[in-house]
Nanobody
Framework: QVQLVESGGGLVQAGGSLRLSCAASLRTFNNYAMGWFRQAPGKEREFVAKINWSGGSTTYADSVKGRFTISRDNAKNAVYLQMNSLKPGDTAVYYC?????????????WGQGTQVTVSS
């Protein structure tokens, strides 16, 4: 059974930082590109960042470029999202996903999400 479990969310003031983690119970974790998505209240889920199987390629949404960093540790079956200079507009539930492919950033497997709230 595939499980993705996010952690690290919480309440932070604007300008602060959080680091999200995603632990994956994927037997072939190394084969998957991984991504982070978010969904704010009343809005559709949107892409945040993705990373290829080796960690050598990453892509970010324009709204987070320069502030967020995605990384992975294949030895630990984990992917991370370091979020700096947080803004109230970053408030959302953040989801980790194993992607169908790096090129098509659509989630094949999803975590349950972790809430990030940024106060002004």
């Amino acid at each position: 059974q595939v499980q993705l479990v996010e952690s690290g969310g919480g309440l932070v003031q604007a300008g602060g930082s959080l680091r999200l983690s995603c632990a994956a119970s994927l037997r072939t974790f190394n084969n998957y590109a991984m991504g982070w998505f978010r969904q704010a209240p009343g809005k559709e889920r949107e892409f945040v960042a993705k990373i290829n199987w080796s960690g050598g390629s990453t892509t970010y949404a324009d709204s987070v470029k320069g502030r967020f960093t995605i990384s992975r540790d294949n030895a630990k079956n984990a992917v991370y999202l370091q979020m700096n200079s947080l803004k109230p507009g970053d408030t959302a539930v953040y989801y980790c996903a194993a992607l169908y492919s790096y090129e098509i950033a659509r989630g094949r497997y999803w975590g349950q999400g972790t809430q990030v709230t940024v106060s002004s």
